[in-house]
Nanobody, 126 residues
Framework: QVQLVESGGGSVQAGGSLRLSCTAS????????WGWFRQAPGKEREGILCINWDISATDSADSVKGRFTITRDDAKNTLYLQMNILKPEDTAMYYCAAMRGRKRYCVAAPGPYNFWGQGTQVTVSS
């Protein structure tokens, strides 16, 4: 049974940093493409970063370019989202997701993803 568990969310002041973790069980990270998404109240779920299975392809939303990075530790079966220079508009529930297949590309939209975590809340105050 596949399970994704996010952690590391919390409250931080603008300009601060957080690192989110997504620990996977029931699958091998390098058999999947990965994405980080967020959803603020009243808004649609937004793709912010993605990587393909061997991290040869990445994509990021303009809103997080230069501030957020995605990394992966296969030994720990964990995906990370490092968030720097946080802004109040980054406040949202953050989700990781896995997409089956060793593809040459990654997808920064939620539709194709097969497995999702439960989310972790990030709140940035001004």
């Amino acid at each position: 049974q596949v399970q994704l568990v996010e952690s590391g969310g919390g409250s931080v002041q603008a300009g601060g940093s957080l690192r989110l973790s997504c620990t996977a069980s029931g699958l091998q990270l390098d058999d999947y493409g990965w994405g980080w998404f967020r959803q603020a109240p009243g808004k649609e779920r937004e793709g912010i970063l993605c990587i393909n299975w061997d991290i040869s392809a990445t994509d990021s939303a303009d809103s997080v370019k230069g501030r957020f990075t995605i990394t992966r530790d296969d030994a720990k079966n964990t995906l990370y989202l490092q968030m720097n220079i946080l802004k109040p508009e980054d406040t949202a529930m953050y989700y990781c997701a896995a997409m089956r297949g060793r593809k040459r590309y990654c997808v920064a939209a939620p539709g194709p993803y097969n497995f999702w975590g439960q989310g972790t809340q990030v709140t940035v105050s001004s």
